[in-house]
């Protein structure tokens, strides 16, 4: 699963602790985050990407999971980014050359083009792919664990539901739960 996420985004910041909650729930599910920054959140949003992947790179996958939960909690959100003068704890001398680097900025450049040419344009979408049939499904918009699990269901069930290899089927959030966007 890959979760397309603005880091200024209120709707992200809310369904964030949801998805971990569930992801810890399903070991088997691999979560990854794809940054979208919104044209409307810059340039806080592009700042924040930056700075959760250098931490990523500079101390490995579970900091920058704790990286994106300190930037919700800190954010003031909707483009307004982090409050004047807060800075994120401990940031080492490795955090700091990877910020003053292009790295991570070729990094979300990446995420949002690839976002770009898979048609999503809004955050969060879940892009669900099975990994042995590279079947996929978009799912916009905050889901439901139930909701999620049918949805993965379905992504399995593949060849009885029309659903080909590489061929994307999307989903609105209302189909496949009823959680407000």
């Not at 990854?32 to 490995?60: D, F, K, N, T, Y």
């Not at 079947?135 to 999620?148: F, Q, S, T």
């Amino acid at each position: 699963m890959v979760e397309y996420a603005d880091l200024e985004c209120p709707f992200c910041r809310t369904y964030f602790p949801v998805l971990k909650r569930w992801i810890d729930e399903h070991p088997e599910v691999n979560w990854q985050w794809h940054h979208l920054p919104l044209a409307m959140h810059e340039p806080a949003a592009s700042a924040e990407a930056r700075l959760v992947e250098c931490i990523g790179e500079a101390r490995g996958a579970a900091a920058f999971w704790q990286a994106v939960d300190w930037v919700y909690a800190h954010t003031r959100g909707d483009g307004q980014g982090l409050p004047e003068g807060l800075r994120y704890p401990d940031l080492t001398p490795a955090v700091q050359h990877c910020l003053a680097s292009d790295r991570p900025d070729a990094v979300v450049r990446a995420q949002a083009a690839e976002a770009e040419k898979n048609g999503i344009t809004a955050t969060p979408i879940l892009q669900l792919r099975d990994r042995e049939t590279d079947k996929v499904i978009l799912l916009h918009g905050p889901v439901e664990g139930d909701a999620l699990l049918s949805a993965l269901d379905l992504l399995a069930a593949g060849d009885k539901t029309g659903v080909e290899s590489s061929q994307t089927r999307d989903m609105p959030a209302a189909s496949v739960g009823d959680m407000p966007r």
